[in-house]
């Protein structure tokens, strides 16, 4: 049997997004290809396999909604997942749903290019596939692109070298070895406590240190989960309509009308429980700097309680952006760990690595001489993985060259000039700032409902309208401006990419106000967008 090249929709990835894109297109009736660049589906936790690597959201809030049978029947072990956990949960979700048989794994897509007269993508990949399309849905995930420093010598290095986000799929022996960190986000500060169990000796390269939140994990409690398997309406409702897509509590009060107990007992708890509730403490953390510096300095205080060494506990100390404007992050042991023999930091904001040398990397100061130096170093977010394809629209315009000063979409959903195309979490949407299970979800069935829409009322090339698309950018600014995101250098921003510019890439107004705002805009025939037949 010769294999079919023409489909109704092209959908690149097979992580969280993919996998429930290609279930609702299949509801629908249409046929579709799925492109895979790993060779499981899965997405980042088909990558991100280094010791350690855990989900930040609580598991049971972890994972799809959209099937009763499957959140009911799915049991999570853990409060916090596993990497390996939610590996298993993705090929469950693959196998249950027979997802597989439209998915073509180890295939990356390289170019797509729409097609005017014949109103279809030409999608092209790595492994020679030539198909077309009337639909193209990338679902390519917001941190896939993994980036290692251009650090002279790098190749010299003697020993090995990992990214975090591209661990090896075989056990990696550290036992006994010297290691080198470098990078102290979400990935190094998960990996760090584990490496200093493993190994001999730890050596961090931290450049920022980062405010970290303690995660408690700890096994799932059975009566917990079946509690929440009772109430997932309410629960599922909950994080819908929340601001980052969880179901903790935020409180509308501000820090700064709380007497100085009352602001301490508020974050104690908090910090008791542990996790992302944390900064739901007060509603004016993400907005006033003189509200968020109280709940940073409480953080800083934190620090100083664990770390022994002050000199190191002051280097652990953020100082130089807002707590959470950078991506939180939740550790277990993150700052206790440098309590132990085995674990050095070394400042590299004071003294950059200048080179990898065969022994290891060198600052002004030192050779550190390792076995292995493990990158946790970050991704080119948002943008990295779709650019990374060719993609070009109406008139052959390209897409990098559309977004050479930023991303531009409407909604996040689509961009004005790339008709037909949709982009699942794309920038502009709520994404990077929620529950990804919760943003997901809503995009897959925002695009199927179009699709349905589409269908029913004989169109069949949808676009955004270029004002529509302006406001929509504008408005995704002039809520970033109101935040105090703006005030680090975060890959939010793409201040991590040496060049690339500096455009607050998510949107800030909370998944449940972003729903609202999609739902409307279809609800008045998808005001903003233009169809043809
Ligand atoms: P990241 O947050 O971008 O952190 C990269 C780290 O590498 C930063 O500390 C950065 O320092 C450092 N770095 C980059 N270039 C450097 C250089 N030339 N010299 C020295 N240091 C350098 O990346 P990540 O930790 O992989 O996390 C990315 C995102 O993935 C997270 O924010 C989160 O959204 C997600 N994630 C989630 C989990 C989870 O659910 N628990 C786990 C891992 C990742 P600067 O800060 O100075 O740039």
Avoid at 104 to 132: I, Q
Avoid at 295 to 312: G, H, L, M, N, S
Avoid at 490 to 506: D, E, H, Q
Wanted: overall charge negative; charged content about 25%.
């Amino acid at each position: 049997m010769t294999e079919a090249t023409s489909f109704d929709a092209v959908v690149i990835g097979a992580g969280f997004s993919g996998l429930y894109m290609l279930h609702r297109l299949r509801g629908l009736g249409l046929t579709a290809r799925l492109y895979e660049a790993g060779g499981g589906v899965g997405g980042t936790w088909y990558w991100n396999r280094y010791p350690g690597a855990r989900c930040d959201v609580e598991s049971v809030e972890y994972c799809y909604s959209f099937s009763e049978e499957l959140q009911q029947d799915w049991d999570w072990t853990e409060r916090y997942p596993s990497q390996p956990e939610i590996l298993r949960y993705a090929e469950h979700v693959a196998d249950r749903f027979d997802l597989r048989r439209d998915m073509r794994f180890r295939t990356r897509v390289t170019r797509a290019a729409y097609d005017e007269a014949a109103a279809r993508w030409r999608v092209e990949t790595d492994r020679g596939d030539r198909v077309t399309a009337r639909f193209v849905i990338t679902a390519v995930g917001c941190l896939s692109d993994a980036r290692v420093p251009g650090f002279p010598g790098a190749e010299s290095f003697h020993g090995e070298s990992y990214h975090t986000g591209r661990w090896p799929h075989e056990e990696v022996d550290l036992a006994g070895k010297r290691v080198a960190v470098i990078g102290t986000g979400s990935s190094g500060i998960q990996i760090i406590p584990v490496l200093a169990e493993l190994a001999a000796e730890v050596t961090v390269f931290q450049r920022t240190p980062n405010y970290t939140i303690p995660a408690w994990n700890r096994p799932l409690r059975p009566e917990y989960a079946r509690w929440v398997k009772d109430n997932y309406a309410d629960i599922r409702r909950t994080m819908r309509d929340s601001l980052f897509g969880i179901a903790a509590s935020f409180n509308t009060g501000s820090a700064l009308e709380v007497s100085e107990q009352e602001l301490r007992d508020e974050l104690e708890a908090r910090w008791a429980h542990g996790g992302p509730g944390f900064l739901g403490a007060f509603a004016d953390t993400p907005v006033d700097p003189r509200a968020n510096e109280l709940v940073a300095e409480f953080v800083r205080e934190k620090i100083r309680q664990t770390v022994e060494d002050p000199r190191v506990a002051e280097l652990l100390s953020p100082r130089d952006h807002p707590i959470g404007t950078k991506r939180p992050c939740f550790d277990t042991d993150y700052y206790a760990t440098f309590n132990r023999p085995n674990v050095r930091l070394v400042d590299v904001r004071r003294t950059p690595i200048e080179e990898i040398t065969a022994a290891g990397p060198r600052t002004a100061e030192a050779t550190y001489e390792v076995d292995v130096i493990v990158y946790a170093t970050g991704y080119d977010a948002l943008t990295g993985a779709l650019l990374a394809i060719d993609v070009t629209g109406a008139g052959g315009a390209a897409l990098r060259e559309k977004w050479a000063a930023g991303p531009r979409t409407y909604l996040g959903l689509m961009t004005a000039g790339f008709p037909n195309l949709f982009t699942i979490t794309g920038p502009g949407s709520p994404s990077v700032l929620s529950n990804m299970f919760v943003s997901i979800e809503q995009h897959v069935d925002w695009i199927a409902d179009c699709l349905r829409h589409l269908a029913e009322s004989g169109a069949t090339v949808i676009e955004p309208d270029a004002d529509a698309e302006d406001a929509w950018m504008r408005h995704v600014g002039e809520v970033a401006e109101q935040t105090l995101y703006p005030r680090a250098d975060s890959w939010y921003l793409g201040a991590n990419i040496p060049g690339k510019p500096r455009v607050f890439m998510p949107y800030a107004g909370g998944v449940g106000t972003y729903r609202a705002t999609c739902d409307e805009i279809a609800a008045k025939g998808y005001e903003g967008f233009v169809m043809s037949p």
